[in-house]
């Protein structure tokens, strides 16, 4: 896996590979060529304007994961012809979060997923608006997103899912939630001997773990950061 850190405003273009990535820098363009991986993980406060563009032919997988301070995250998504792109993002929150993800399907035959899955801690709340976009006279496009809130405090989340959709020739889907812990999971995990505060935490890694493709030695890493707090 070859590691990237970014910190400085820049475009990056990533071909053919598994990427470890570490962005510090705010605006940020990803031109994906080819078959590419890439996989971030950070505990921190983010201010982030990223774009994503996808090349004819390319796949994307893009796995995230990030526990926040505090974030006003932007992330658009472009998409020419012939493309895959996986976006899965979990995070936790101690604090105000907006996140945005804007996904432009230009071209035709695109395949899209859009994952989020959040948690809220302490003060954490989170503002969360996917505006998917789908040009006129496209055809056989695919797209999926998918967003979840898990609330542990008594903080309000929004989720905002739009679809602007100019096409009758391409499949969109959206799903929603937002939901605290579930009180029977949390009374079974209590009965096999755990106490409330670790049986939360594994509610709340399983959870966010769940919504990623990655190997064990990254959701071992994931753990040790949401155990550490």
Same mark, same amino acid.
């Given at each position: @896996?070859?590691? #990237?850190v970014i910190?400085?405003?820049?475009i =990056?273009?990533?071909?053919e590979?598994?990427?470890?990535?570490?962005? &510090? $820098?705010?605006?940020?363009?990803?031109?994906?060529?080819g078959?590419?991986i890439?996989e971030?993980?950070?505990?921190?406060e983010?201010? /982030?304007?990223l774009t994503?563009i996808l090349k &004819? !032919?390319?796949n994307?997988?893009y796995?995230?994961f @990030?526990?926040y301070?505090? $974030?006003?995250?932007? %992330?658009?998504?472009? +998409?020419?012809n012939?493309?895959? $792109?996986?976006?899965?993002?979990?995070?936790l929150? !101690?604090g &105000?979060?907006?996140?945005?993800?804007?996904?432009?399907?230009?071209g035709n035959?695109n395949?899209?997923? %859009?994952?989020?899955k959040a948690?809220?801690q302490?003060?954490?709340? =989170? #503002?969360? &608006?996917?505006? $998917?976009? =789908?040009?006129?006279?496209?055809?056989?496009?695919?797209?999926?997103?998918? #967003?979840?809130?898990?609330l542990?405090?008594?903080?309000?989340?929004v989720?905002?899912? !739009? /679809?602007?959709?100019?096409s009758?020739e391409?499949e969109v889907?959206?799903a929603?939630?937002?939901s605290?812990i579930? %009180?029977d999971?949390?009374?079974? /995990?209590?009965?096999?001997g /755990?106490?409330?505060k670790?049986?939360?935490?594994?509610i709340k890694?399983?959870f966010?773990?769940?919504?990623?493709?990655?190997k064990d +030695?990254?959701?071992r890493?994931i753990?040790? #950061?949401i155990g550490?707090?």
């Amino acid at each position: @896996m070859n590691k #990237i850190v970014i910190d400085r405003e820049k475009i =990056v273009t990533l071909k053919e590979n598994t990427y470890e990535l570490e962005i &510090e $820098a705010e605006d940020v363009i990803l031109a994906i060529e080819g078959n590419v991986i890439i996989e971030e993980i950070k505990k921190k406060e983010e201010n /982030l304007k990223l774009t994503i563009i996808l090349k &004819e !032919n390319a796949n994307l997988l893009y796995n995230r994961f @990030m526990y926040y301070s505090k $974030a006003n995250t932007f %992330i658009k998504l472009e +998409q020419d012809n012939n493309t895959k $792109a996986i976006l899965n993002y979990s995070f936790l929150t !101690n604090g &105000e979060c907006k996140i945005n993800v804007d996904p432009l399907l230009k071209g035709n035959y695109n395949n899209t997923e %859009i994952n989020i899955k959040a948690v809220t801690q302490n003060k954490g709340n =989170v #503002i969360a &608006e996917v505006t $998917a976009e =789908v040009g006129e006279n496209t055809k056989e496009n695919h797209f999926l997103e998918d #967003i979840h809130i898990l609330l542990t405090n008594e903080e309000e989340s929004v989720i905002i899912p !739009n /679809l602007l959709v100019s096409s009758s020739e391409v499949e969109v889907n959206h799903a929603a939630t937002i939901s605290g812990i579930n %009180i029977d999971d949390l009374f079974y /995990l209590k009965t096999k001997g /755990l106490t409330e505060k670790k049986a939360t935490e594994l509610i709340k890694s399983g959870f966010l773990i769940g919504n990623l493709d990655i190997k064990d +030695q990254e959701k071992r890493k994931i753990k040790e #950061i949401i155990g550490g707090e």
